[in-house]
């Protein structure tokens, strides 16, 4: 009980240390000052996501097998959505991401204290099944962060177009203070490539090796499916952008679709298992 508590309350200390560098960020970027984040700030960020890595740690492997859900997969998708800002924010400044994406961050870190997941038996010792879930949750992450970065982008090219629209006067600080778009964009596509290369990865390894990782043979079911679909969306959207020069409007409506599908492949039928029908793991 006594080790239960102190995880609750580690779980509520990386929440807070998430909200403060979104505190940070958003009133620097109220300022005129936050295109970059402080040093401390980032320094924050860095210790959030530690403190975040090892308490998912220990809500997935602390019974000694594996313990995976809706939960556990938000959580990881967040967890390591933070560390790509965190190293992308070397590089290209990220103050406006960094606070849009940590309150997120700071919500999904709470989640598995009220949804434990369900516990994985024999295939949860698997080192294949574990390699199988961190890459594709290292791809629902960057497809996320590309998905916060496209919304934006959009509300960016809106604020130049029309500066004195209500939206674009109200988070006007935040908006003029984005890099350039087209820093923004080479950023995001980058994104989303390594995204689709690890997201076939997933699926190839899922196919291929099922009887391995779940201890039967594939089932084309909704999160195969599901799952499909969105690796068709998002090599449309690649194949448009590098072919025929996709931009705007019409990459971020695909962008949101495939996100979508993909949630659902997994994350949303986890969910309505879990939570709405209360069953156990199933694939």
Same mark, same amino acid.
């Given at each position: 009980?006594?080790?239960?508590?102190?995880?609750?309350?580690?779980?509520?200390?990386?929440?807070?240390?998430?909200?403060?560098?979104?505190?940070?960020?958003?009133?620097?970027?109220?300022?005129?000052?936050?295109?970059?984040?402080?040093?401390?700030?980032?320094?924050?960020?860095?210790?959030?996501?530690?403190?975040?890595?090892?308490?998912?740690?220990?809500?997935?492997?602390?019974?000694?097998?594996?313990?995976?859900?809706?939960?556990?997969?938000?959580?990881?998708?967040?967890?390591?959505?933070?560390?790509?800002?965190?190293?992308?924010?070397?590089?290209?400044?990220?103050?406006?991401?960094?606070?849009?994406?940590?309150?997120?961050?700071?919500?999904?870190?709470?989640?598995?204290?009220?949804?434990?997941?369900?516990?994985?038996?024999?295939?949860?010792?698997?080192?294949?099944?574990?390699?199988?879930?961190?890459?594709?949750?290292?791809?629902?992450?960057?497809?996320?962060?590309?998905?916060?970065?496209?919304?934006?982008?959009?509300?960016?090219?809106?604020?130049?177009?029309?500066?004195?629209?209500?939206?674009?006067?109200?988070?006007?600080?935040?908006?003029?203070?984005?890099?350039? &778009?087209? !820093? %923004?964009?080479?950023?995001?596509?980058?994104?989303?490539? =390594?995204?689709? @290369?690890? #997201?076939?990865?997933?699926? +190839?390894?899922?196919?291929?090796?099922?009887?391995?990782?779940?201890?039967?043979?594939?089932?084309?079911?909704?999160?195969?499916?599901?799952?499909?679909?969105?690796?068709?969306?998002?090599?449309?959207?690649?194949?448009?952008?590098?072919?025929?020069?996709?931009?705007?409007?019409?990459?971020?409506?695909?962008?949101?679709?495939? &996100?979508? !599908? %993909?949630?659902?492949?997994?994350?949303?039928?986890?969910? =309505?298992?879990? @939570?709405? #029908?209360?069953?156990?793991? +199933?694939?």
């Amino acid at each position: 009980m006594q080790i239960d508590s102190f995880y609750g309350w580690g779980h509520l200390c990386v929440a807070a240390a998430y909200l403060v560098v979104a505190y940070r960020c958003w009133t620097a970027l109220q300022g005129g000052r936050g295109v970059q984040p402080a040093p401390l700030t980032v320094a924050i960020l860095l210790a959030a996501v530690l403190g975040h890595a090892v308490l998912l740690a220990q809500d997935m492997f602390g019974s000694g097998g594996l313990r995976f859900g809706f939960a556990q997969a938000l959580s990881a998708t967040f967890l390591v959505a933070c560390v790509l800002l965190w190293a992308e924010g070397f590089f290209v400044a990220l103050g406006a991401l960094y606070a849009l994406m940590t309150p997120l961050a700071a919500v999904t870190v709470l989640l598995p204290l009220a949804f434990h997941g369900i516990a994985l038996a024999g295939e949860g010792a698997s080192l294949a099944l574990r390699i199988h879930l961190g890459v594709a949750m290292l791809a629902y992450s960057l497809f996320t962060v590309a998905a916060i970065q496209s919304v934006l982008m959009a509300a960016t090219d809106r604020y130049l177009h029309e500066p004195m629209a209500v939206a674009s006067r109200r988070f006007g600080p935040l908006l003029a203070q984005m890099p350039p &778009l087209l !820093t %923004l964009e080479k950023f995001l596509f980058r994104q989303l490539a =390594v995204g689709f @290369v690890l #997201l076939s990865a997933t699926l +190839v390894s899922g196919i291929a090796f099922s009887e391995e990782l779940f201890g039967r043979p594939l089932r084309f079911n909704h999160m195969t499916l599901f799952g499909l679909i969105s690796w068709v969306v998002f090599a449309v959207l690649l194949v448009g952008r590098y072919a025929f020069g996709w931009r705007g409007k019409v990459a971020q409506r695909w962008l949101f679709v495939g &996100l979508i !599908t %993909l949630l659902l492949a997994y994350i949303g039928t986890r969910f =309505v298992y879990e @939570v709405v #029908l209360g069953r156990a793991w +199933v694939r």
